[in-house]
C-alpha cells in the first residue's frame, strides 16, 4: 500500500471516529457506538479503496517511471550481453 493511500485511510479513521462528525446511534453504550463506527468504516473503506488507490497510483508512476525503465532496460542489456 502506498503513502497516499495510508493517508487517506487514516483521515478517514480520524473523520469516522466517534463524536468528530457525528455519534451513531445516540444514547447506546460505548461498545455499540463504536461498533457502529467501526461498521460504517469498514462499508465506506470497501467501497472506496479501489478508486482512492488507482486516483493516486497515477502520482506515485510519475515519479518511479524514469528510475524504474533505466532499471528495467539495464537489467535487459545486461542479461543479452555475451561474453
Known amino acids: 500500500m502506498n503513502l497516499l ?8 479513521f480520524v473523520v469516522l471516529t466517534p463524536g468528530v462528525l ?3 446511534p ?15 468504516f469498514a462499508a465506506v473503506w ?5 478508486l482512492v488507490r ?6 506515485e ?3 518511479d517511471y524514469e528510475e524504474g525503465f533505466g532499471r528495467r532496460v539495464g537489467l ?3 542479461a543479452t550481453r555475451r561474453y
Open 76 to 78: 535487459r542489456a545486461a
Open 61 to 63: 508512476d510519475e515519479d
Open 22 to 24: 457525528v455519534t451513531i
Open 5 to 12: 493511500v495510508s493517508l487517506y485511510a487514516a483521515l478517514l
Open 54 to 59: 488507482e486516483a493516486f497510483q497515477d502520482y
Open 26 to 40: 445516540k444514547g447506546c453504550s460505548k461498545l455499540t457506538v463504536a461498533g457502529v463506527h467501526g461498521l460504517i
Open 46 to 50: 470497501y467501497f472506496t479503496y479501489r
